[in-house]
Structures are given as structure tokens and as C-alpha cells.
């Protein structure tokens, strides 16, 4: 009897990727802060958005005393920005792309005065010269010590490449590249995860392990790299860790049919068949469609001598899986010989 447990797939880079031209439609939440030439926030700029896409639009709000500002439903895309406070100047940031920003990164930072925007921001932007900011800021700011800016258009790049390159099976050119993009990163756990995965497309099973747990340890409430963690546990035959795993990848992500597949097939392998059924049964619910859900219902059933529920579920999982699932054969063998006792 052969188990499946569906892959894991390769984690987009919602969080570090600006959005292409198609989604400039889209909208979503613009925010950052804007801060002054010694990191100190500046309340009460004014803050002029000016979208340049399909539909220009002019969106208007300030910032609070922590120095943030908000605006909720405007267009992706691009924008000139304008910020403005008497007293402090003006500063224009010509084509900043605004997206949603996800969970795991900061909001954008800019600055009064001419001085650059901070690393969290797509390009280093000065004000034009010859503008009123030139003139309010006196002379040139000494530069700020510490890592030089992350430019995130050309990150967005070396992360577009290696997710190719790992798609396309190419593992060492992913792997190369994910590790460029670590050395502006390098706290990125969905960049370790996919670093995990072409180490692990490699064959380099003890690197794969080693950057699912940094991506684990990173961000703990990241399903992906306990899921895949489970996955690559389970196959060394680390079955206590491997379900512990699948644990962590089902608490955080409750509502994805397909942790709790995986949970319920290895709960099913570890000999814990009422907490498989448990959890097969809500992998079924979350997802009606899958029909291997059915076929180790059915074997899970069969193992806590519920023969009638057994068959059910394994006719079920006959009428709906393609003829040459590998589980169909042995579904079908078993229900023949349940149905002559």
C-alpha cells in the first residue's frame, strides 16, 4: 500500500517582489513613515500621492506623531510622491512603486531634507536638485554608518531568476542566487525556505534540513518550512519530529487542506489512526476535491474496524480518482475482499 503526501510548492516572494505592470489595477493599502536627517520621525507632513497608471489619481494624507502615514484603498503601481512640511522643505520621490506590504516587511522609509530614503524602500531617492528641500537642508548630512541601502527592484531580479532557475531544475544557479540575495537579506526565512528547496532538488538533504530550520527559527509561525521540515523528517525515518513538524505547519495554517493532509497520512503511518481519521476528516472538509483523502480514510478505517465506513470511503475514492492512481488497484482489492465477508 503505497502513501502519497503532496510536495511543497515554492514560496512566492510576496514579500520581497514588486508587482508587475498586469496588478497596477489592483489596490491596496499605501504606507511608510518619513523621518528627518537624524532618524527622528516627523509628524504632520503632508503627503501628496500621485498615481501614474491606468487611471491617474491624486491621493492626499499626513503623517502621524510617530511620524507614519496611511492611506487605504489606493491602485498598485507607480507614483510620484511629494512630502511637505513648513519649516522642513519639500521632497519629491519620483516612480515608487506602492504594493501591499505583507506581514514580514517593514513599511517604506523616507526622508526630509534630501537625505536618502532608508534600506526598507525600492531605490535611493534624493530630492531634485535645485528644489525647496535643497535649499532647507543646509549642508550635505554626513552619510549614516552601517550596511549601504538594499536597492529591492534589483533584489526583486535575483529573486525572480532563482525561483526560474529552481523551476527549471537548475538547482546550483538557484542556489548561488538565493545565497546572493541572503547577503542583503539575510533574516528573509521565505528566502532560506526556497534556498531549502533547491538544496533539496540538489540532493543535499543535510542543507535542505539545515535551511528549513533556519527559515522555521526565523519566523515561527512560517507553515512552509515545518511543513517541508515534516516531509524531509519523515523520509530519514525521524517519525516523532517529522508529526511533530506537522504539527507546528498545521497550527499555523489551520485552514490549508494540505498540512492537514500530510498530518492526517502521517499520523496514519505512526500507527495513530483515530487522530488520522480526526484529521483526514478535516482535510476532507477543507478540501472536498482530493480524492486520496478518501483512500486513507478508508485504510484508516479499516484499521479501527469500521469495515462499513471503510468501504464507503474507498468506493468513494474509486468513483472519483483517475483510473491510474497508484492507489486505485489496492483500493479496489480491498474492497472485493471486504465485500465477501
Known amino acids: 500500500?503505497?502513501?502519497?503526501?503532496?510536495?511543497?510548492?515554492?514560496?512566492?516572494?510576496?514579500?520581497?517582489?514588486?508587482?508587475?505592470?498586469?496588478?497596477?489595477?489592483?489596490?491596496?493599502?499605501?504606507?511608510g513613515f518619513v523621518l528627518d536627517a537624524e532618524g527622528n520621525p516627523v509628524p504632520d507632513v503632508q503627503v501628496l500621492l500621485q498615481y501614474k497608471g491606468h487611471n491617474p489619481q491624486k491621493y492626499r494624507t499626513k503623517t502621524d506623531r510617530k511620524g507614519k502615514f496611511i492611506h487605504v484603498n489606493v491602485y498598485e503601481g507607480p507614483y510620484d510622491l511629494t512630502f511637505s512640511k513648513e519649516g522642513a522643505g519639500e521632497v519629491t520621490v519620483k516612480d515608487f512603486r506602492i504594493r501591499e506590504i505583507p506581514s514580514l516587511e517593514k513599511a517604506p522609509v523616507f526622508r526630509m531634507g534630501g537625505i536618502k530614503k532608508a534600506a526598507a524602500t525600492a531605490a535611493e531617492t534624493q530630492a531634485?536638485?535645485?528644489?525647496?528641500?535643497?535649499?532647507?537642508?543646509?549642508?550635505?548630512?554626513v552619510a549614516p554608518s552601517g550596511p549601504p541601502p538594499i536597492d529591492l527592484a534589483v533584489l526583486a531580479v535575483e529573486l525572480q531568476n532563482a525561483d526560474a532557475a529552481l523551476a527549471a531544475g537548475r538547482?546550483?544557479?538557484?542556489?548561488?542566487?538565493?545565497?546572493?540575495?541572503?547577503?542583503?537579506?539575510?533574516?528573509?526565512?521565505?528566502?532560506?525556505?526556497?534556498?531549502?528547496?533547491?538544496?533539496?532538488?540538489?540532493?543535499?538533504?543535510?542543507?535542505?534540513?539545515?535551511?528549513?530550520?533556519?527559515?522555521?527559527?526565523?519566523?515561527?509561525?512560517?507553515?512552509?518550512?515545518?511543513?517541508?521540515?515534516?516531509l524531509l523528517l519523515a523520509a530519514a525515518g525521524k517519525r516523532?519530529?517529522?508529526?511533530?513538524?506537522?504539527?507546528?505547519?498545521?497550527?499555523?495554517?489551520?485552514?490549508?487542506?494540505?498540512?492537514?493532509?500530510?498530518?492526517?497520512?502521517?499520523?496514519?503511518?505512526?500507527?495513530r489512526s483515530a487522530e488520522a481519521k480526526e484529521a483526514l476528516l478535516k482535510a476532507e472538509a477543507l478540501d472536498p476535491a482530493n480524492p486520496e483523502i478518501q483512500f486513507h480514510l478508508g485504510t484508516v478505517e479499516l484499521g479501527l474496524g469500521q469495515v462499513e465506513a471503510a468501504i464507503a470511503s474507498l468506493e468513494k475514492y474509486v468513483a472519483a480518482a483517475p483510473a491510474t492512481a497508484p492507489n486505485v488497484a489496492t483500493a479496489k482489492g480491498i474492497i472485493a475482499a471486504m465485500s465477501k465477508k
Open 240 to 271: 516523532d519530529e517529522a508529526l511533530a513538524q506537522a504539527q507546528e505547519a498545521v497550527q499555523d495554517a489551520p485552514s490549508d487542506a494540505q498540512y492537514t493532509y500530510n498530518l492526517g497520512v502521517l499520523l496514519k503511518d505512526a500507527g
Open 171 to 230: 538547482a546550483d544557479e538557484a542556489i548561488a542566487t538565493y545565497q546572493k540575495a541572503l547577503a542583503s537579506v539575510p533574516d528573509s526565512a521565505p528566502i532560506h525556505h526556497n534556498l531549502a528547496l533547491a538544496y533539496k532538488r540538489k540532493g543535499d538533504l543535510a542543507q535542505a534540513e539545515s535551511e528549513f530550520r533556519r527559515a522555521a527559527e526565523l519566523k515561527p509561525d512560517f507553515a512552509a518550512p515545518h511543513g517541508a521540515l515534516s
Open 1 to 31: 500500500m503505497r502513501t502519497r503526501i503532496a510536495p511543497w510548492l515554492l514560496v512566492a516572494f510576496a514579500t520581497l517582489l514588486l508587482p508587475s505592470s498586469s496588478a497596477a489595477q489592483g489596490t491596496c493599502t499605501a504606507e
Open 128 to 141: 531634485p536638485a535645485g528644489s525647496a528641500a535643497d535649499a532647507a537642508s543646509g549642508p550635505p548630512p
